[in-house]
């Protein structure tokens, strides 16, 4: 990505996460892009949509800002940054296709899309993954963890969604790093578990 426009992406995304406590902060967006332009690397995806797509891709998640549909935010930087508009519409195609609970499984249509997508479910899961989630619970006022409750709380978070990502990964150099990071949060789960109930 070319050197001014990551500078100035970073500064408006930095502003837009400013307040963010739920584990969408500006430093997730920074993880996503590394890690995408890495897997970009690898798959050899376009670097410029891998970028700009990561950049932008929790710009107008509707959990966080309630703009949401047609992508408002990001369609706004791609416009004042000179970003021709064919390939705004191909960062928004792939930003939309990126949630996991918009798609489920789905697979996104691009190979941009796969790479962004993998990045910001690597970062859902490993130490930083558990991190976010328990920071996530609390920004929404959700109960650690309820020994009667199948959902609704942060452990089973991991269940209903941290758990299965690994399996989901679209990129071989994804499946790869997911490999550890899974391994890590079952073994948290299990200590977690042990010391749960204080009777150990
Ligand atoms: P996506 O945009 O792929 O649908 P989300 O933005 O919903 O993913 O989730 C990003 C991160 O926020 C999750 O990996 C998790 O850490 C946290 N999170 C989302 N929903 C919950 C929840 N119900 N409980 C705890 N953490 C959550
Ligand atoms: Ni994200």
Redesign the pocket.
């Known amino acids: 990505m070319n050197p001014d426009l990551y500078e100035a992406a970073l500064a408006w995304i930095s502003g837009l996460f400013r307040e963010d406590a739920?584990?969408?902060d500006v430093h997730h967006t920074l993880r996503v892009y590394r890690t995408a332009m890495r897997l970009a690397e690898e798959e050899d995806a376009d670097r410029e949509l891998t970028g700009l797509a990561a950049m932008l891709h929790?710009a107008d998640?509707p959990?966080l800002f309630g703009t949401g549909e047609g992508l408002p935010n990001a369609r706004s930087f791609m416009a004042e940054h000179g970003i021709p508009a064919e390939t705004a519409e191909l960062v928004c195609t792939i930003i939309g296709e990126?949630?996991?609970?918009?798609n489920g499984s789905r697979r996104p249509s691009t190979l941009e899309g796969k790479v962004v997508q993998d990045a910001?479910?690597l970062?859902?899961i490993g130490a930083v993954?558990i991190a976010?989630?328990f920071a996530?619970?609390g920004s929404?006022g959700?109960a650690i963890h309820d020994p009667a409750a199948e959902t609704g709380t942060?452990v089973a978070?991991f269940h209903?969604?941290?758990l299965k990502l690994w399996d989901l990964m679209n990129t071989d150099g994804a499946k790869r790093i997911a490999e550890g990071r899974h391994r890590f949060m079952e073994e948290f789960l299990d200590e977690f578990m042990r010391e749960w109930d204080g009777s150990e």
């Open positions: 739920t584990g969408h929790d998640d959990k990126v949630s996991f609970s918009k910001d479910r970062d859902a993954g976010r989630t996530f619970g929404r959700q942060s978070h209903e969604k941290l």
